[in-house]
């Protein structure tokens, strides 16, 4: 518990990191240069057919394959003691496999890591964030086992190649969203319906591929390079929409361990997927008249595998809903209707430049001691969180900052008065980017780009300048100035 003298400071614990995040298809186009091979985002922003705002492409984006040092600027204006971004793997391996090697491709992420780390920012590393190699894809990509091994090796192949100095690596971003919108509702890349197996079967074979490249790193990279692996969860909060109705608070309870405890319950607690879950997808996949529960089962082999794989826990926070309780016919076969769960946004929360994002700072408080609580009160790492502003941003973006201020008010108070182990912090995102169907309309970046200069320019928002001076003091505040009170 925090004592008194805590609660009136606002200082951040000694050597919390302070982060920005990025991913490859989002800032870097290039999306053809030096070899690099295609994507399922490049194979499917080139499709067109409105599935993507105006169809627009990452095919140039922010430019930072060839811009990388602008963005460090940014980074060091910013006075980032860490910096999240992604390798782009068909930039390193244009069919997925080390059966032939982009040497231009290591180029890049040597130069990018060394730069960083000349400027004692510490690189963090996700190995996948949506851009799977198509060449994978097109052997089945995550419908497929196969899928596990050729993860495993590109795995192995960054650690041999970058781990002399990356020393925090994320295997798999945001393994929920790939799975339900690119396996099941076909609204991301690679686009694939199939409601009902497409993401369980997605989710399995990622979980599995992230426990086999954590193993590959305990027990060949660990004990030399001394670094850590996980993988980065998403998840709303959620609370029940009639406080008092215990179908919602069911319902608000199905909602969660469908999202956060998919993924962390198997790696965080016991190697399998909640027993909620579990029940609800076999005792309807049986009315539906099949022999088995479309949620595949992990054998106990499998379950020991994946079991304890998180060094610690990336949690990406972006909103929460109010859920209520809502029937779903039994020959409806889809994630959604397992989860019969209606998501609602309170009309009392403000909303943002991107409409699903309902802005409830206090829901990272509550969704934080939920993670404590339920999978054994993990060190967290906020690995991205974000406030987005519209087609026409502002540069001075004062609800944005007021946004970030009380989201880290909130985190403080997670610290000190929940006993929440977080070390550290990482907004999304760096630059205003390519954000996924919905193109360049919504902006999440501290950095504006102009996307309709060549040169690509970057300009900080107010939210920048604010963010560094917290970055720099380790602080909310500074002398003399105060927000909201830490007391509850
Ligand atoms: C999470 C994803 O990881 C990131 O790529 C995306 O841009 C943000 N959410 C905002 O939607």
Not at 69 to 91: M, N, P, V
Not at 100 to 127: A, C, W
Not at 373 to 390: L, R, V, W
Not at 422 to 435: Q, S
Request: charged letters at 25%; glycine letters at 8%.
């Amino acid at each position: 518990m925090a004592t008194a003298e805590q609660l009136n400071c606002y200082d951040f614990p000694k050597g919390f990191a302070w982060g920005a995040a990025t991913a490859a298809y989002q800032i870097e186009g290039g999306w053809d240069a030096d070899g690099k091979g295609l994507n399922v985002w490049d194979t499917f922003t080139h499709q067109g057919g409105d599935r993507v705002f105006k169809n627009q492409t990452g095919d140039v984006a922010c430019g930072s394959y060839t811009l990388w040092e602008e963005d460090l600027k940014c980074i060091k204006q910013l006075g980032l003691t860490y910096y999240r971004f992604s390798i782009s793997w068909s930039r390193l391996l244009p069919d997925g496999t080390t059966g032939f090697i982009n040497q231009k491709g290591i180029d890049y992420y040597n130069k990018v890591i060394n730069s960083l780390l000349e400027n004692n920012i510490i690189p963090v590393v996700t190995l996948y964030h949506f851009d799977l190699p198509q060449a994978v894809e097109d052997q089945g990509g995550w419908n497929c086992e196969k899928t596990i091994e050729i993860f495993n090796h590109y795995a192995q192949f960054c650690y041999e190649t970058f781990g002399d100095r990356v020393k925090f690596w994320i295997t798999i971003n945001e393994p929920h969203v790939v799975a339900k919108l690119g396996y099941e509702e076909g609204l991301f890349a690679p686009g694939k319906k199939e409601p009902g197996l497409g993401a369980y079967r997605a989710a399995h074979n990622m979980l599995k591929a992230h426990a086999k490249a954590w193993h590959t790193y305990k027990n060949d990279f660990k004990n030399k390079q001394k670094g850590f692996v996980s993988i980065a969860i998403d998840s709303d909060w959620a609370e029940p929409y009639d406080p008092n109705s215990e179908k919602d608070k069911e319902a608000t309870e199905r909602y969660l361990s469908f999202y956060v405890g998919w993924f962390a319950k198997p790696i965080f607690v016991d190697g399998d997927y909640p027993e909620i879950m579990k029940t609800v997808v076999s005792k309807r996949s049986k009315a539906q008249g099949l022999q088995t529960s479309r949620l595949p089962e992990f054998t106990n082999e499998e379950k020991n595998m994946i079991k304890g794989t998180a060094d610690f826990f990336c949690l990406n926070y972006y909103t929460s809903r109010k859920i209520r309780h809502c029937t779903s016919s039994a020959d409806e076969s889809s994630c959604t209707s397992d989860i019969a769960a209606e998501r609602i946004k309170d009309p009392d929360w403000p909303e943002c430049g991107v409409e699903w994002l309902a802005v409830v700072p206090w829901g990272l408080r509550k969704l934080l001691a939920y993670i404590k609580d339920t999978f054994g009160n993990p060190t967290i790492y906020i690995t991205e969180n974000g406030f987005a502003q519209n087609e026409s941003p502002v540069i001075k973006d004062v609800q944005r900052w007021t946004y970030f201020q009380e989201t880290l008010t909130e985190i403080l108070k997670a610290i000190r008065l929940d006993d929440v182990d977080v070390k550290g912090y990482f907004c999304w995102c760096l630059l205003d980017n390519f954000e996924w169907i919905s193109g360049f309309s919504v902006r999440f970046g501290l950095f504006h780009v102009d996307f309709d200069n060549a040169e690509l320019p970057r300009t900080p928002y107010h939210s920048a300048i604010e963010y560094s001076k917290i970055v720099k003091r380790n602080a909310l505040t500074g002398p003399g100035e105060t927000v909201a009170s830490l007391n509850n």
